[in-house]
């Protein structure tokens, strides 16, 4: 490999990355200038490579255009200068990735889902073990040794696996899956849970003869992990009592996910703002509700909220609705129905894509809770180079994938679309 490979898929690592590699406390103080970085590469990407875009991405650069000037005439008329806050700017264009991952998988061509998934066990491996933020890890809601953003990572390792097994029957893949699903499980995110649940249940529709072919054996292969699970199960409970505590008080607060927990506490943020977002439903609050800050801050007495600028919303529909109203809606989650409809009218039988397809289809479930995170959105890009690989016939009568880069300009747009 020379070096102009190495440095495109460091190039196209840094928007799929980069969270998951700064997530240790100790790389805290460069996490916000990595992610203005890959902003502004993806802002730069959505206009300087305007024309090789699919046409949902050239739709959304227009779109976000748009937001652009909104932001920037709302900062002139309030505070008499173009950008009023950085740092608001740059969290208004973060899902402006996906086009750093549509044009760093376009730079690498040879971009592959299992060399994401194989990435992204090497950097948790490191963040856990090397790192030893797994010795910190309580199995309860509160002291975990992983971020919702980081587990959601292996959503994508466990959806690959998973696949790979249901199309070659190999049980090495499955126990992969497996060990992925028991990982998510452990790391003791609620949201996570359901995520992977509905998943798994997208895989059963997608791939619903692999399914039923591969049942028997999918239950030979996990019934020895059930067994083992029980008993480790068992024994650590012995050893630890407050961890069933914890378990049973984790399912109690989804089943009454608006009143308890967490989940109550998000649930009462949302009605808050709810009331707000009606009064300007369809641009959002933009600068005036980020200089308002937490809404929540004063009502429940959180000290280090008081006062700051900006809002720790967790739902990203509630986040982007308030700010940027039924607009923001269109442009960012129109952007991924488009490119999830894209990637379908272009589907093809192939693990890696599959995989990366019902993934990208889980973020709807985990924006209920969370905000998407920016390697998601750079998935979002990928997906959507993905579909632009089309079959061709080769000279010599083989059949053979090319992208979009290798095609003559004027053929471009239409397999694009």
Not at 106 to 133: C, H, P
Request: overall charge neutral; hydrophobic content about 50%.
């Amino acid at each position: 490999m020379n070096f102009e490979a190495i440095f495109k898929r460091l190039h196209l690592y840094l928007f799929l990355f980069s969270e998951l590699a700064l997530s240790s406390p100790l790389a805290a103080p460069l996490q916000s200038s990595v992610r203005r970085i890959v902003v502004i590469g993806g802002v730069s990407y959505a206009i300087l490579f305007f024309p090789r875009l699919p046409r949902h991405l050239r739709i959304g650069t227009v779109l976000y255009l748009v937001l652009i000037a909104l932001l920037m005439s709302t900062s002139y008329f309030k505070y008499g200068q173009a950008i009023g806050s950085l740092q608001y700017m740059s969290l208004s264009l973060s899902t402006t990735v996906v086009y750093g991952g549509f044009m760093g998988a376009w730079f690498m061509r040879d971009i592959s889902v299992k060399e994401i998934v194989t990435v992204t066990l090497i950097l948790f491996a490191f963040n856990q073990l090397a790192l030893g933020r797994i010795l910190t890890h309580q199995f309860n809601s509160t002291d975990r040794s992983t971020s919702s953003e980081e587990t959601y990572y292996l959503t994508l390792v466990f959806c690959f696996y998973l696949v790979s097994f249901l199309q070659d029957n190999k049980g090495k893949n499955m126990n992969m899956a497996i060990f992925s699903l028991l990982l998510i499980i452990g790391f003791f995110h609620r949201t996570l849970w359901i995520t992977t649940g509905v998943a798994i249940v997208i895989i059963m529709l997608v791939m619903r003869g692999a399914v039923q072919k591969r049942f028997m054996r999918i239950t030979v292969l996990a019934l020895p992990y059930l067994i083992i699970g029980v008993i480790s199960v068992a024994l650590l409970v012995a050893a630890k009592p407050e961890i069933m505590d914890s378990l049973l008080a984790s399912v109690d607060d989804i089943e009454n996910s608006n009143t308890q927990g967490t989940s109550g506490w998000r649930y009462n943020q949302r009605e808050l703002y709810l009331e707000r977002i009606v009064q300007r439903p369809f641009f959002g609050w933009m600068y005036d509700g980020y200089d308002d800050g937490e809404l929540t801050a004063v009502l429940e007495d959180i000290q280090d909220w008081i006062g700051v600028k900006g809002t720790f919303i967790h739902s990203g529909y509630i986040h982007v609705l308030y700010h940027y109203g039924i607009f923001g809606i269109v442009l960012i989650y129109g952007l991924l129905i488009n490119t999830l409809l894209f990637m379908w009218r272009h589907f093809r039988q192939d693990p890696g894509y599959i995989a990366l397809f019902v993934f990208l289809c889980t973020g709807f479930i985990f924006s209920w809770s969370y905000q998407l995170p920016l390697f998601y959105w750079a998935l979002v890009g990928v997906g959507s180079y993905m579909a632009c690989l089309v079959p061709v016939e080769h000279v010599d009568g083989q059949l053979r994938r090319v992208g979009v880069h290798e095609l003559e300009d004027e053929n471009r747009p239409v397999l694009a679309n």
